[in-house]
């Protein structure tokens, strides 16, 4: 069965201070992709990054970086330098690479940035 | 417009009434999906479409009716709307071999 686990319900950190959100997966496939999405407060859901299994190398994206480690089934996000902005909802998820596409998430983590 | 888009945004309806939810989606991807979210259950998917008429069940979806006659558009109906229907719904699109969703702006929906 595929699962996605993010053991953080929420996080709260004051502006500046790096935080790394857990995600940790499981599957029996071979071949599938991890992604993580966004949610502020405003509602709308953003996609930040796609990553298959078979691509290790760590993602960064300005202050946004990715870890992604098969050996401990882990696709952990790291924000550098939070700012007030940052305060959303992060999701995981977990895609087959069938045909369905359909999405395994996690239930999220709140993150919270305070000035 | 460009992009998915839901109506209505917000939705208040009583018990036992039938409401519409609409999705239309321009870039005329293939996979369409529908997701009801609730504090503490995060996304849960209620029913998906790989493509024009064909539809298949997801995770939840007792209450629920969807069709999708044209690529672009995927309504869902709930027949009788119950208290427990009232959520936050969200449809999505994603095109054939990217995996990657792009979601409407939600639809909140209260059943009084």
């Known amino acids: 069965a595929q699962k996605v686990t993010q053991a953080q319900t929420e996080i709260s950190v004051v502006e500046k201070e790096d935080v790394t959100l857990d995600c940790v997966y499981e599957?029996?496939?071979?071949?599938?992709?991890l992604f993580w999405y966004k949610q502020p407060p405003s509602g709308e859901l953003v996609f930040l990054i796609r990553?298959?299994?078979?691509d290790e190398q760590n993602e960064i994206s300005g202050r946004y970086s990715w870890n992604f480690q098969k050996s401990t089934s882990s696709f952990n996000f790291t924000i550098t330098a939070s700012q007030v902005v940052d305060s959303a909802v992060y999701f995981c998820?977990?895609?087959?690479?069938?045909?369905?596409?359909?999405?395994?998430w996690g239930l999220g983590t709140s993150l919270a940035v305070n000035p | 417009d460009a992009g998915i888009t839901q109506s209505p945004r917000y939705k208040i309806t009583e018990t036992g009434r039938q409401v519409t939810l609409m999705c239309h989606q321009t870039?005329?991807?293939?996979?369409m999906f529908w997701y009801r979210q609730d504090l503490g259950h995060g996304l849960r998917l209620i029913y998906y479409?790989?493509?024009?008429?064909?539809?298949d069940k997801g995770e939840v979806p007792d209450g629920y009716v969807v069709s999708r006659s044209k690529t672009e558009n995927f309504p869902l109906t709930l027949e009788s709307a119950t208290r427990s229907q009232t959520s936050v719904y969200f449809c999505?699109?994603?095109?054939?071999?990217?995996?990657?969703?792009?979601f409407g702006s939600g639809t909140r929906l209260t059943v009084v």
């Open positions: 999505a699109s994603s095109g054939a071999g990217t995996g990657i969703y792009t």
């Open positions: 870039w005329s991807h293939s996979y």
């Open positions: 479409s790989a493509a024009a008429d064909i539809t």
């Open positions: 599957t029996r496939d071979t071949t599938y992709y």
């Open positions: 990553r298959n299994s078979f």
């Open positions: 998820a977990l895609s087959n690479a069938g045909n369905n596409r359909k999405l395994i």
